[in-house]
C-alpha cells in the first residue's frame, strides 16, 4: 500500500487541486492501494509521517509518496524514525523543486505518479544531518545552509506578500525582490570550517556556505555541480572576501554552475563538517529556516533511505 501525503497549499495553492483533478483519479483508475492524508497546518507532515513510521510493522518498508515541494519532503522525513525503512516516490509540486531538477523527475504530475507506479525502482540515497550546540538536530536531503542563503528563506516565510503573490502564480517575485534586499543589508562575518577533522579554514568576511546532496539550490542554483548523492560525501560552497557588487556578476552563473571561477568562491568536499561563524546566523535545511547559531556540525549519511527513481 502507498501512503501518500499531500500538500494542498504547494504549487502556488494548486496542490489541492492537482490531487483531486489529476492524481487521485489515476490511483482510483488503476485499482491502486493507498491512503491519502492532507496537511493543514504547519507541523502536520511530520506528525503523519511519524503516526506512519511508529504504525508500520518491524522489519517492513514504509511506502510514501509526497506531493508536495521540497520541505514536504524534509518533513516526511523529519517525522520517519527508521529511514532505511523509507521507499520514497516524489510527485513535485513546490516552487523551487530543486531536488526534482537534479533527479530528472517529470514536471508533470502525472507523468511523475506512473514513474512511481510502472517504471521506477527503489535507489538509495545520502541524507545529510545538521547538529546543533545544544543537541538538536534535523536532516535535509537536498541542501543546508547557514547565512544569506538562509536569511533569505527566512524572511520570505514570514512576508505577508508571499501568500498574496502565491495565488496569483508569481511567488518567485517574493525570493528575487528579498534576495536583493537581503543581499544589500546582510553583514559579512567571520567564518571557520573545520573538515573531517582537520585544521580549520578561516573563511574572512563569509557571506553563506552551503552544504549540498545534490546540485542543485533554491529555485535552480547549481552551486554543487559536482555533487553525489550517492558517495556518502558533502560538497560545500563557501562565499566570503567576495565584494557585493561581484556578487551580483557571480549569482547568475550559479545557474549553470560556473561561480567558482570567482575569487572567494570555494569548493570543499568532505563527510564531517564544523561551521562557525563570528555571530549567529540564519540556518536552513532544505529551506526550512528555525533558528540562528553560530556553530553547526554537519554531516551525511550514505545510503540512508531508497527513492522510487
Not at 504504525?55 to 521540497?70: K, P, Y
Not at 516516490?89 to 523527475?105: E, K, M, Q, V, W
Not at 504530475?109 to 525502482?121: C, E, K, R, Y
Request: proline letters at 5%; one cysteine or more; hydrophobic letters at 40%.
Amino acid at each position: 500500500m502507498y501512503h501518500i501525503i499531500v500538500n494542498p497549499a504547494s504549487r502556488s495553492g494548486r496542490g489541492l487541486r492537482i490531487w483531486k483533478k489529476q492524481v487521485e483519479p489515476v490511483l482510483i483508475r488503476e485499482k491502486v492501494s493507498f491512503r491519502s492524508y492532507l496537511s493543514e497546518k504547519p507541523g502536520d507532515v511530520i506528525r503523519i509521517a511519524k503516526g506512519l513510521s511508529e504504525s508500520a510493522e518491524n522489519n517492513t518498508t514504509l511506502q510514501i509518496i509526497v506531493l508536495g515541494g521540497d520541505g514536504t519532503v524534509n518533513e516526511t522525513l523529519q517525522g520517519v524514525s527508521v529511514p532505511s525503512r523509507l521507499i520514497l516516490g516524489y510527485i513535485p509540486t513546490g516552487s523551487s523543486n530543486d531536488l526534482a531538477r537534479d533527479l530528472g523527475l517529470p514536471e508533470n504530475p502525472v507523468d511523475a505518479l506512473h514513474l512511481i507506479l510502472h517504471t521506477a525502482t527503489p535507489t538509495p540515497m545520502d541524507l545529510g544531518h545538521i547538529t546543533y550546540p545544544d543537541g538538536e538536530s534535523r536532516c535535509f536531503l537536498v541542501s543546508c545552509g547557514i547565512g544569506y542563503d538562509a536569511a533569505v528563506c527566512e524572511e520570505v516565510l514570514r512576508s505577508p506578500m508571499k501568500t498574496a503573490l502565491n495565488k496569483l502564480g508569481l511567488g518567485k517575485l517574493i525570493y528575487l525582490g528579498i534576495a536583493l534586499k537581503q543581499l544589500f543589508t546582510a553583514r559579512a562575518v567571520s567564518g571557520r570550517l573545520t573538515l573531517d577533522h582537520s585544521d580549520p579554514v578561516n573563511i574572512g568576511n563569509m557571506l553563506f556556505t552551503c552544504c549540498m546532496l545534490h546540485r542543485y539550490e533554491g529555485g535552480g542554483f547549481m552551486f554543487a555541480p559536482a555533487a553525489d548523492a550517492h558517495d556518502g560525501l558533502l560538497n560545500l560552497c563557501a562565499v566570503g572576501d567576495l565584494s557585493k557588487f561581484l556578487i551580483l556578476f557571480a549569482l547568475p552563473t550559479a545557474f549553470h554552475g560556473k561561480h567558482y571561477r570567482f575569487q572567494g568562491i570555494t569548493p570543499y568536499l568532505a563527510k564531517d563538517i564544523i561551521i562557525e561563524s563570528g555571530t549567529p546566523l540564519w540556518i536552513h535545511t532544505d529551506g526550512e529556516v528555525a533558528r540562528k547559531e553560530c556553530r553547526i556540525t554537519v554531516s551525511c549519511e550514505k545510503d540512508a533511505f531508497s527513492m522510487l527513481l
